[in-house]
C-alpha cells in the first residue's frame, strides 16, 4: 500500500515556475514508476510526466523542455519543476505511483488527491 500526498500548486503567472512534491508511505515506494497527471475543468485527465524506479524519464510532448521530472527514494518524494509556465497548463496535477505502462492513467495503482495549479496571463 503506498499513500501519496502531494504539494506545491498554487498561482503563478505566465512565464512563472512552480516545484510540485509528492511525498510517498510505504516502504516500496522505490519499487514503483512514479507519475504526473493533470486534469483541467472539463478535460480528461492526461500524462505529464513520469519517472521508473531506476530514473528513467519519460514526459509528454507538450512539456517541450519545460517540464522536469525527478525523485529521491531516500525521502520517498518525486517532483515535477516546471518552467515558462503558460495558462494552459492550468489544471489540477497529480501524482501516481504503479508499475504498467506509464503512460496510462488506469495503469496507476495508487493516487494523490491533487494539487491546483493555475497559471494567469
Known amino acids: 500500500q503506498v499513500q501519496l500526498v502531494e504539494s506545491g500548486g498554487g498561482l503563478v503567472q505566465a512565464g512563472g515556475s512552480l516545484r510540485l512534491s509528492c511525498a510517498a508511505s510505504g516502504r516500496t515506494f522505490s519499487m514503483y514508476a512514479m507519475g504526473w497527471f493533470r486534469q483541467a475543468p472539463g478535460n480528461e485527465r492526461e500524462f505529464v510526466a513520469a519517472i521508473t524506479w531506476n530514473g528513467s524519464t519519460h514526459y509528454a510532448d507538450f512539456r517541450k523542455g519545460r517540464f522536469t521530472v525527478s525523485r529521491d527514494n531516500a525521502r520517498n518524494t518525486v517532483y515535477l519543476q516546471m518552467d515558462s509556465l503558460k495558462p494552459e497548463d492550468t489544471a489540477v496535477y497529480y501524482c501516481?505511483?504503479?508499475?504498467?505502462?506509464?503512460?496510462?492513467?488506469?495503469?496507476?495503482?495508487?493516487w494523490g488527491q491533487g494539487t491546483q495549479v493555475t497559471v494567469s496571463s
Open positions: 501516481a505511483a504503479g508499475s504498467g505502462d506509464m503512460y496510462t492513467a488506469a495503469e496507476y495503482d495508487y
